[in-house]
């Protein structure tokens, strides 16, 4: 095709998008780029007046108008161009008819409702030899090539995660604009018409472009956390989680029920500073040091794009179908999860305006965006509406000086991605005083999980071994790696006693196969006015034959033995790491002791209505000869952890009799001094 030549079109649908192809058709057909030889519309071009302005609707009126596809298909030669903005489900069918007739497409998004008709389309495309561009606009900014730069010269230092934030408004009425407006399903066909997958797709798409996931395979895992303020069966405030095969984090803090309306960024979060992408308005700001600088950028059409591509190979697709996979295995992730959750009335603002009625979420705007700085999802986060991330298994109550105190939850830990391994643990859990001491799912490394057991490396004898650690496991002589060996801990029965319960749990293979069976005896009481005390006796037992526990230390990792009881800690300030004999994160990391001590100061949040800064000391105790023959595992630099390795550099196998691990958990507010920790362990034991 070449300029004295353009590529023939035909527009199907002229209401909602269809309106902006139409205008914008009608600008490259002034400029001699397309001759537009057709519009199909069911219900005619009655309304054009109202939709375009009188240039484009005196036109659009001199050109042939089908009431289908088919008739016009029937009636013409096959467009070089199907340009299709009609609503989700009928996207896959009419794309498909007009690649079978030979017709290159232009598929408004989200290009299809589902992974498995994404994968037919793409068959489709590929067997006719035909080209579909998917509008997602933001892949037209210019601003693409500069981001990639910038990433990849270490601008803002290494990648922490990458995040998408949009806090939208839309009124009942929007809701009510089509059938489909506000449905999963419609007529048995999905829709998905949320603010994932719809309205706020664009954010999603670009956040994992940005990340570097735009094929289906560069997706790991999908977590979604969906919830609706309005009165339909899609989402309208949501948080997703995505992993990508490159073990990079990506989230979304979505909402259409902002109070008010803001514009929405794809942001990058790095070690030195952080990248702010609007894709609407095609400028980047870049920060590093406290200093921002902004860069501004045009932007391609796209339908325009796929005409130039047509007539110059050379020239690449901007949003090639196969490009938008990463998308729709997210699209397919919240097809596939629970109906959204209800957002109690008493979160929910009614607003008038202009005579029409807005749902406004209470606080939206400040969760949508801790979603994006801190890479957790509402749920993980605690906000007030959000459901619970983890089943309850028990509730930590102990005798306070002025009575019963609350002080944590065990938890089933069922709400994890596969790929963190689920399994019970303690969190939150609190100080007396109600300091917290535990974090859960933090965005630097989402797998670890309050205070419990993990094990990277679980193996019956000549098979190879699966994780019940989260993320990816180290292989020796190659490194971590994504090997879709994660297994799981479950919970199978719980019975309470006076001062705790006892948990019986199975160790999951893969393949939901009982790799380990576990007895876990907790207790917990006070000591004294400042001091609480949680003791955990382990003992696991081969489920059927031989089976061994590892490590990345064992499987060939310097000093990174870690593996068993684990207590991962919030962030913290003037951070202090002890034993009875050293001191120091490099001095006690593998080193064999009687107990390991970490002192902190939470560090001030800035929200007036949260606690002031306080000191709290937190203690591990090994009870037994075995257990006090593990070494110590001790993070500080990268992220505050303390734990018990308990396959350090060699293999350690569970004898069919059992394998026994005792531990003391000491929980205090303030500075607690070798000789108090000493004291406090022994009335503890008692």
């Known amino acids: ?46 309304r054009l007046d109202e939709l375009v302005d009188a240039p484009v609707a005196a036109w659009a009126r001199t050109l042939p108008v089908y009431p289908t596809l088919d008739t016009c298909l029937a009636a013409r030669p096959a467009p070089d161009v199907t340009v299709i903005a009609t609503p989700i489900p009928t996207h896959l069918p009419l794309a498909l008819t007009a690649l079978a007739a030979g017709s290159h497409v232009a598929l408004e998004k989200p290009p299809v409702p589902g992974l498995a008709d994404f994968e037919r389309l793409l068959a489709a495309a590929a067997a006719a030899g035909r080209e579909v561009q998917v509008g997602f606009q933001a892949c037209g900014s210019l601003a693409w090539p500069r981001l990639a730069e910038l990433m990849a010269s270490g601008a803002i230092g290494e990648l922490d995660h990458v995040a998408g934030l949009g806090t939208w408004s839309r009124s009942t009425a929007y809701w009510t604009r089509s059938r489909w407006a506000g449905r999963r399903w419609l007529d048995g066909q999905p829709v998905v018409d949320g603010v994932v997958t719809n309205p706020l797709a664009h954010a999603v798409a670009a956040g994992l472009k940005l990340a570097g996931a735009v094929r289906a395979e560069d997706v790991a895992t999908v977590t979604t956390d969906l919830y609706r303020a309005n009165d339909i069966a899609a989402d309208d405030t949501s948080a997703v989680a995505v992993t990508t095969a490159a073990g990079r984090r990506v989230t979304f803090g979505l909402t259409l029920a902002a109070a008010e309306q803001t514009e929405p960024l794809v942001i990058a979060y790095g070690t030195a500073g952080r990248l702010v992408f609007s894709y609407t ?347 006090q023959a593990d070494p110590w595992f001790v993070r500080l630099a990268d992220y505050p952890a303390i734990g018990s390795s308990i396959a350090w550099n060699t293999r350690t196998p569970v004898p069919p009799a059992g394998l026994t691990r005792s531990f003391t958990c000491l929980l205090a507010d303030g500075p607690l001094d070798p000789p108090a920790i000493e004291a406090a362990l022994t009335t503890a034991r008692a």
């Open 281 to 627: 308005q095609d400028w980047v700001d870049v920060t590093v040091g406290g200093q921002t600088r902004r860069e501004r950028f045009g932007r391609v059409n796209l339908v325009e794009n796929l005409f130039d591509h047509l007539a110059d190979p050379a020239v690449a697709l901007l949003s090639p179908l196969a490009d938008t996979g990463a998308f729709t295995r997210v699209l397919d992730a919240v097809a596939g999860a629970p109906d959204a959750r209800r957002i109690p009335k008493q979160f929910i603002d009614w607003l008038d305006r202009d005579g029409e009625r807005w749902a406004a979420v209470r606080d939206v705007t400040r969760w949508c965006d801790e979603v994006a700085e801190t890479g957790r999802t509402f749920a993980e986060l605690g906000a007030p509406w959000a459901a619970p991330r983890h089943g309850a298994i028990a509730e930590v109550v102990v005798a306070g000086p002025a009575g019963p105190v609350a002080v944590g939850r065990y938890v089933d830990g069922a709400g994890a991605a596969t790929t963190d391994s689920p399994r019970p643990h303690f969190h939150p859990l609190t100080t007396l005083a109600g300091t917290l001491v535990t974090d859960d799912a933090p965005a630097d490394h989402s797998w670890q999980a309050g205070l419990g057991w993990a094990v990277q490396d679980v193996a019956r004898d000549g098979e190879p071994g699966h994780n019940l650690w989260g993320g990816r496991t180290y292989v020796r002589g190659r490194g971590y790696e994504w090997l879709g060996d994660h297994g799981q801990i479950v919970s199978t029965g719980w019975t309470p006693t006076a001062d705790g319960g006892v948990d019986r749990l199975d160790w999951l293979d893969r393949d939901g196969v009982p790799l380990l069976r576990e007895t876990r005896t907790l207790r917990w009481r006070a000591l004294d006015a400042r001091t609480w005390a949680l003791r955990v006796t382990t003992v696991l037992r081969p489920a059927d034959g031989p089976v061994s526990l590892g490590s990345p230390g064992s499987n060939g990792r310097e000093r990174a033995g870690y593996g068993g009881f684990f207590w991962r800690l919030p962030e913290g300030i003037d951070v202090a790491i002890r034993t009875p004999d050293a001191e120091g994160e490099a001095a006690v990391h593998g080193t064999v002791a009687p107990w390991v001590a970490w002192s902190a100061t939470v560090p001030a949040s800035g929200n007036p209505a949260a606690p002031p800064p306080a000191r709290y000391t937190v203690a591990l105790s090994a009870d037994d000869p075995a257990t």
């Open 1 to 46: 095709m070449c300029a004295s030549h353009p590529a023939t079109a035909v527009l199907v649908g002229v209401g909602g998008f269809g309106r902006i192809h139409l205008a914008n058709l009608y600008r490259l057909s002034q400029a001699g780029q397309a001759e537009v030889v057709g519009l199909v519309s069911g219900g005619g071009v009655g």
